[in-house]
């Protein structure tokens, strides 16, 4: 029997059967959308289970990235990373925001902020940093700089979902942060995403732009969307977070295992962990350096080769995107530390039901080069 493909991840599902019984309740009730039961069950479940105080749910991370850029009205130029998904940036031109790409720290990857301050113009009103790969930026300097100049910030967390530091869930940080919940995500919900604020005002705001902008019946006081989650995604997100515990666990056993396979051999090297002190583990990126035999998109190509779809996340760079490329901060030298990162990292498969021997085989196939050559 041929074996099967390995991709990087594979969404997770609970058994069909535990969700049944939450579609019979939507035939029952008839309520498709619109806020229903188990939007407002999620709502408030994802609250305690994150230790926020507010969330609004959105029907993928996109919209709530738009939305969080709507509702804090942000405009003119924003600060953000060119090394991250390219979703990020879209959602600043969506808003007519003209993005402004500073540099990562070599070792999170995450926005670097001692690059920040050179990059503020009197335009500039906010800053939108990702927790790349589920590590917490450094939101303290962050923080910092935003004070200093009058500057919001929203974090792009769509990595980070129950990631906590020290002082609790790094979803408290800045003025807003956003999640993705979309299937190839630590928690999904088929599609999904949210945005998590501080306070009853804005979360109220925010319920609005999501819906049209309608505050009632008849009454409409923004341009808002269409953007709210559906009850059968919803629903699939209160089963969906049961099953976090053993998700988390395994994603855990397979971190460990990665890192310990591959600690010796030589050229290969495991991004770091954060300071975070709860993991997500949502990827596993290596950086393939020039002491191994072959370079990365040999590795890839070898990899593939044998059934392994391992992905060059983040490659190419947003700033390398045509829409993107022509702005005077999309220029490599300006990027030095993003372009390394993006030529050298390659993600290798991590999900709850990658099996050992399928994990094994990555290892085997990644050492297998360093005494092939
Ligand atoms: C997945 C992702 C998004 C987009 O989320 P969707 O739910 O797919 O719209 C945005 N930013 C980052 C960093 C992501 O990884």
């Given at each position: 029997?041929?074996?099967?493909?390995?991709?990087?991840?594979?969404?997770?599902?609970?058994?069909l059967?535990?969700?049944?019984?939450?579609?019979?309740?939507?035939?029952?009730?008839?309520?498709?959308?619109?806020?229903?039961?188990?939007?407002?069950?999620?709502?408030?479940?994802?609250?305690?289970?994150?230790?926020?105080?507010?969330?609004?749910?959105?029907?993928?991370?996109?919209?709530?990235?738009?939305t969080?850029?709507?509702?804090?009205?942000?405009?003119g130029?924003?600060i953000?990373?060119?090394?991250?998904?390219?979703?990020?940036?879209?959602?600043?031109?969506?808003?007519?925001?003209?993005?402004?790409?500073?540099?990562?720290?070599?070792?999170?990857?995450?926005?670097?902020?001692?690059?920040?301050?050179?990059?503020?113009?009197?335009?500039?009103?906010?800053?939108?940093?990702?927790?790349?790969?589920?590590?917490?930026?450094?939101?303290?300097?962050?923080?910092?700089?935003?004070?200093n100049?009058?500057?919001?910030?929203?974090?792009?967390?769509?990595?980070?979902?129950?990631?906590?530091?020290?002082?609790?869930?790094?979803l408290?940080?800045?003025?807003?942060?956003?999640?993705?919940?979309?299937?190839?995500?630590?928690f999904?919900?088929?599609?999904?995403?949210?945005?998590i604020?501080?306070?009853?005002?804005?979360?109220?705001?925010?319920?609005?732009?999501?819906?049209?902008?309608?505050?009632?019946?008849?009454?409409?006081?923004?341009?808002?969307?269409?953007?709210?989650?559906?009850?059968?995604?919803?629903?699939?997100?209160?089963?969906?977070?049961?099953?976090?515990?053993?998700?988390?666990?395994r994603?855990?056993?397979?971190?460990?295992?990665y890192?310990k396979?591959?600690?010796?051999?030589?050229?290969?090297?495991?991004?770091?962990?954060?300071?975070?002190?709860?993991?997500?583990?949502?990827?596993?990126?290596?950086l393939?350096?020039?002491d191994?035999?072959?370079?990365?998109?040999?590795l890839?190509?070898?990899?593939?080769?044998?059934?392994?779809?391992a992905?060059?996340?983040?490659?190419?760079?947003?700033?390398?995107?045509?829409?993107?490329?022509?702005l005077?901060?999309?220029?490599?030298?300006?990027?030095?530390?993003?372009?390394?990162?993006?030529?050298?990292?390659?993600?290798?498969?991590?999900?709850?039901?990658?099996?050992?021997?399928?994990?094994?085989?990555?290892?085997?196939?990644?050492?297998?080069?360093?005494?092939?050559?």
């Amino acid at each position: 029997m041929a074996e099967e493909n390995i991709y990087v991840t594979q969404p997770y599902l609970p058994p069909l059967e535990e969700f049944i019984p939450y579609m019979e309740q939507i035939w029952a009730n008839k309520v498709l959308t619109n806020c229903g039961p188990f939007h407002q069950q999620l709502e408030q479940a994802l609250c305690e289970y994150l230790g926020v105080p507010h969330i609004a749910l959105f029907t993928n991370g996109t919209l709530a990235l738009i939305t969080a850029l709507q509702a804090l009205r942000v405009t003119g130029e924003v600060i953000t990373t060119p090394y991250s998904f390219v979703a990020t940036a879209h959602a600043l031109l969506w808003q007519n925001c003209k993005p402004v790409f500073v540099d990562v720290e070599p070792r999170t990857l995450n926005l670097d902020p001692a690059k920040i301050e050179a990059a503020i113009t009197p335009q500039t009103t906010a800053i939108l940093p990702v927790h790349c790969y589920g590590n917490p930026c450094d939101t303290e300097a962050i923080q910092k700089i935003a004070d200093n100049y009058n500057l919001r910030v929203i974090y792009d967390a769509a990595h980070a979902f129950g990631v906590e530091d020290a002082g609790g869930s790094i979803l408290r940080h800045g003025d807003l942060s956003v999640l993705s919940f979309h299937a190839t995500k630590v928690f999904n919900t088929f599609e999904g995403g949210a945005i998590i604020c501080h306070d009853a005002k804005t979360k109220q705001r925010i319920d609005h732009l999501k819906n049209f902008g309608f505050v009632n019946e008849t009454t409409v006081v923004a341009p808002g969307i269409n953007a709210k989650m559906s009850e059968i995604n919803a629903a699939f997100g209160l089963l969906q977070l049961q099953h976090m515990p053993h998700v988390l666990q395994r994603r855990a056993e397979i971190d460990a295992q990665y890192r310990k396979q591959l600690a010796n051999v030589p050229g290969i090297t495991c991004l770091p962990k954060g300071h975070q002190t709860v993991a997500n583990h949502s990827y596993f990126p290596i950086l393939v350096g020039p002491d191994y035999p072959l370079g990365r998109d040999a590795l890839y190509e070898k990899l593939k080769a044998h059934g392994i779809y391992a992905r060059r996340y983040f490659y190419p760079l947003i700033a390398d995107f045509p829409m993107y490329r022509g702005l005077p901060s999309a220029t490599r030298a300006n990027l030095g530390h993003a372009c390394y990162a993006s030529d050298q990292v390659l993600c290798l498969p991590i999900y709850p039901k990658l099996e050992i021997h399928a994990q094994e085989k990555i290892i085997n196939t990644i050492k297998d080069a360093t005494w092939e050559c």
